[in-house]
């Protein structure tokens, strides 16, 4: 177990994961009650479903930073959803926070165990994060997927790009698409299923979603350029 470099925490820059509490407002959620009423306090989202596919389109961030740090570092964090603070700065009309990890603590992860530190991510932090706040608001738990699958794919194309470790990224990249790491979180890969049959460099161009993320249902919000029902 080891902190991390100063350059790596750069690379988690951005992806908006933070190592120190330097924003002006900590939070931290034990109730989905407590996340909801946050998410709609700081979008205007009228109804709870709208409000988690907003959060989930910037916990992502968070998510995504922890399937980054296993194919690029072969690194994993040593914490849980209790260990992670939102860094929220009121005065951000955009609302972009940043994620608090209260520990620099991580561990190695061998070739051998990468697959299984994959689908630790996914269940963890992807379905035991996404299945209740689907029961709660009637959400599509595909919607909350895709929201995470939006920023991954986009990951995942720049990894490709390093030639030092592109066989090892094909290989996760593999992984996340086949079923049998989504055992007992989905009965199918929904990655798979938003990726089609295309490659991650041509799901990129351009990208497209298969789910509506419900962002034109807030006040003065429009369809998003990559939304499936643009033109309807």
Request: proline fraction near 4%; charged fraction near 25%.
């Amino acid at each position: 177990m080891h902190k991390l470099s100063s350059s790596i925490e750069k690379e988690l820059q951005t992806y908006r994961i933070s190592l120190k509490d330097e924003a002006q407002v900590s939070k931290s959620f034990d109730h989905i009650d407590g996340l909801l009423q946050y998410a709609q306090a700081r979008t205007g989202a009228e109804t709870t479903r709208v409000a988690a596919s907003m959060w989930f389109r910037r916990y992502a961030f968070f998510v995504t930073a922890q399937l980054y740090m296993i194919s690029k570092h072969r690194l994993t964090w040593n914490g849980t959803l209790q260990d992670m603070g939102v860094l929220d700065n009121p005065e951000d009309k955009n609302w972009l926070p940043n994620f608090w990890l209260k520990n620099n603590s991580w561990r190695d992860v061998s070739e051998k165990d990468s697959p299984l530190a994959l689908k630790s991510i996914l269940s963890r932090f992807g379905a035991e994060v996404i299945l209740p706040l689907s029961k709660a608001t009637k959400i599509s738990k595909l919607v909350l997927w895709e929201n995470i699958w939006g920023y991954t794919v986009w990951m995942y194309a720049e990894l490709l790009k390093q030639p030092d470790i592109k066989t090892r990224v094909e290989t996760d990249i593999e992984r996340l698409l086949e079923d049998e790491i989504w055992m007992n979180i989905e009965r199918h890969s929904p990655f798979k299923r938003f990726i089609g049959e295309k490659t991650i460099p041509e799901s990129m161009n351009p990208y497209k979603r298969v789910t509506c993320c419900l962002y034109y249902q807030i006040d003065g919000q429009e369809k998003c350029s990559y939304c499936p029902n643009k033109n309807c």
